[in-house]
Nanobody, 124 residues
Framework: QVQLVESGGGLVQAGGSLRLSCAAS????????MGWFRQAPGKERDFVGG????????DYANSVKGRFTISRDNAKNTMYLQMDSLKPEDTAVYYC?????????????????WGQGTQVTVSS
């Protein structure tokens, strides 16, 4: 059974940094794409970025390019989201997700597995 567990959320001031982790278990993710999404109250779940587990290629939403960085540690089966220069509009619940499909990374319906989410709050 695939399990994704996020951690690292919290409260930070604008301009600060946080690093989220997503620990994956239950299968090998060699050909999977792992993604980060976020959802603010009353809004849809939006793509933040993703990484190919096999190639480490990454893709990001325009709103976070240059501020957020996704990486992964194969040995620990863990994906990370380093968030720098945080803004109040980054406040949301952040979810990690996994998909065996290598297209349409930004489509949440493409992802079969989800974590429970972790709250990130950025104060102004």
């Amino acid at each position: 059974q695939v399990q994704l567990v996020e951690s690292g959320g919290g409260l930070v001031q604008a301009g600060g940094s946080l690093r989220l982790s997503c620990a994956a278990s239950g299968r090998t993710f060699g050909t999977y794409v792992m993604g980060w999404f976020r959802q603010a109250p009353g809004k849809e779940r939006d793509f933040v970025g993703g990484i190919s587990w096999s190639t480490s290629n990454t893709d990001y939403a325009n709103s976070v390019k240059g501020r957020f960085t996704i990486s992964r540690d194969n040995a620990k089966n863990t994906m990370y989201l380093q968030m720098d220069s945080l803004k109040p509009e980054d406040t949301a619940v952040y979810y990690c997700a996994a998909t065996p499909y290598t297209i349409r990374w930004s489509d949440p319906q493409n992802y079969a597995y989800w974590g429970q989410g972790t709250q990130v709050t950025v104060s102004s």
